[in-house]
C-alpha cells in the first residue's frame, strides 16, 4: 500500500492507546466466539439428524413410558428396517459429579440405527453376547479411565435400582459421553411396575421419502391405545428440545449484541481522539496537495489495521484455547467445543465492520475542513 508506513508510523504513535484498543477487541471477539460456538452447538443436534432415523414417543410427555411391545409392531410396518428401544436409565458412576448420559438398547440392532458409532468388530460381538456388556464413548475413557473388561456400577434414582456391567467396548464417532446396555438386562432388573416398558424407540427407515408415511402408520396404529404415540423426525425430536433453550439463545444474542455495540463505542472513542489529535496535521497535508478522499482513507486504513490484528488475535486465540481444551467433556450434551469456521469468518467480518463504522464520521467531519479551519484548530 503506498501510504502504509505512513498508517503504521501513526497507530504506533500512541502505543499505549493502542495496545489497549488491540485488547478491547481480543477480548470482546473471544467472548463473541465463546457464546457463538454455544449456539452452535444447542443446534447441532437438528443439523446433523440422521435423515432416515425417527424417535417414537408418548404422545403426552417423555415422562411417560410405552411397552415395550411396540417394538416388534412398529418393525411389521413397510419401510422401516431396524426398531430398537432407547430407555433412559439415568444411573449415575460414583457421584452425581460424574453424571453421563446412558441408554439402554438392544445390542443386536443399535449399529444400525446409529451408523455414525464405530467400533472394531469384536468389541460389537462382545457387547452383543454378553447380558452385563456395555460400550462407552471415547471421551468417558477420557473422563473416567473406563478399559475393556472392567466392571462399573450405576444407581439410578428413576428405578432405585445398581446395575453393574461390564465394559465390552469403546466406541467413537456420534456422542462419545454416552454408554449403552442391553435393554433385556434392564428389563429383568427392575421391579414388576417397570418392566416391559420403553422410554422410546427409535426407527431407521429404508429411505427419507419413508418417513411421513411410517409416521402416520405407527400414530394410527396407537391412536386409541393407553399408551398414544408421537412419531417424529429426529430433527424434529431435536428442535423440540432447542425450542426449550428459545429464551435462553434470545438472551447470548443480547449479550453478544451488547458487547459488539461497547466495542463499536470504545473504537470510535480511540478514533475520535486520534483524529483530533491530529486536525491540524491534516491542514499541512491538504496544503501539501492531498485530497479529501485519500485523506479520509488514511484515517479508515488506521481502523481497518487496527481492527484486523485485533482480529487475528483474538481469533487465534479462541482457536487455540479451545482445541488444546476440549470444554465438550466437562459441558452436558456438547459433542464438540471447537469454533466453526464460518462462527471464525462472521467474527473477522465483525470486528472490520467495527472498524470501518467507528472512524467514517470522524474521518468524513476532518477531511472536509478547508486548509484555513484544519490549521486554525486548537484539538
Do not use: C
Not at 454416552?178 to 427407515?205: C, Q, R
Amino acid at each position: 500500500m503506498k501510504y502504509s508506513k505512513l498508517i503504521l508510523k501513526n497507530i504506533l504513535r500512541n502505543k499505549r492507546r493502542t495496545f489497549l484498543t488491540i485488547s478491547s477487541l481480543v477480548v470482546s471477539l473471544f467472548l463473541i466466539i465463546t457464546l457463538a460456538t454455544i449456539l452452535t452447538e444447542f443446534t447441532r443436534g437438528s443439523k446433523e439428524a440422521n435423515p432416515m432415523r425417527l424417535i417414537t414417543r408418548h404422545s403426552v410427555s417423555l415422562a411417560f413410558p410405552l411397552p415395550v411391545a411396540y417394538q416388534q409392531r412398529i418393525a411389521a410396518v413397510p419401510g422401516v428396517k431396524h426398531v430398537t428401544p432407547f430407555s433412559w436409565f439415568g444411573g449415575i458412576y460414583k457421584d452425581e459429579k460424574n453424571f453421563f448420559a446412558n441408554f439402554a438398547v438392544d445390542p443386536r440392532i443399535l449399529r444400525d440405527i446409529t451408523p455414525e458409532v464405530k467400533m472394531p468388530e469384536d468389541q460389537w460381538q462382545g457387547f452383543i453376547n454378553d447380558r452385563q456388556g456395555a460400550i462407552v464413548g471415547q471421551k468417558l475413557v477420557t473422563l473416567h479411565g473406563f478399559s475393556v473388561g472392567q466392571r462399573i456400577t450405576l444407581k439410578s434414582p428413576i428405578y432405585n435400582a445398581d446395575m453393574e456391567f461390564i465394559v465390552r467396548g469403546i466406541y467413537t464417532g456420534g456422542d462419545e459421553k454416552t454408554l449403552y446396555f442391553s435393554h433385556e438386562y434392564l428389563n429383568e432388573s427392575l421391579p414388576d411396575w417397570a418392566k416391559d416398558k420403553v422410554g422410546t424407540l427409535f426407527i431407521m427407515a429404508s429411505a427419507p421419502s419413508d418417513i411421513p408415511r411410517i409416521s402416520q402408520t405407527v400414530d394410527s396404529m396407537f391412536l386409541n391405545t393407553d399408551a398414544p404415540t408421537k412419531t417424529e423426525s429426529e430433527r424434529e425430536f431435536a428442535q423440540s428440545f432447542e425450542a426449550m433453550m428459545g429464551s435462553v439463545k434470545q438472551f447470548m444474542y443480547g449479550i453478544m449484541a451488547a458487547i459488539t455495540f461497547s466495542l463499536l463505542l470504545v473504537m470510535a472513542n480511540t478514533m475520535a481522539m486520534s483524529v483530533r489529535e491530529r486536525t491540524r496535521e491534516v491542514g499541512t497535508l491538504k496544503a501539501l496537495g492531498f485530497q479529501r478522499g485519500t485523506i479520509a482513507w488514511l484515517f479508515v486504513g488506521e481502523s481497518l489495521l487496527v481492527a484486523t490484528v485485533g482480529a487475528a488475535l483474538g481469533i487465534g486465540i479462541a482457536v487455540m484455547v479451545f482445541r488444546s481444551i476440549d470444554l465438550s467433556l466437562y459441558i452436558p450434551n456438547f459433542i464438540s467445543f471447537i469454533p466453526a469456521p464460518e462462527t471464525l469468518a462472521a467474527a473477522f467480518a465483525l470486528a472490520l465492520f467495527v472498524g470501518v463504522a467507528s472512524v467514517i464520521y470522524s474521518a468524513r467531519r476532518v477531511s472536509g475542513m478547508t486548509i484555513a479551519e484544519a490549521l486554525r484548530s486548537t484539538e
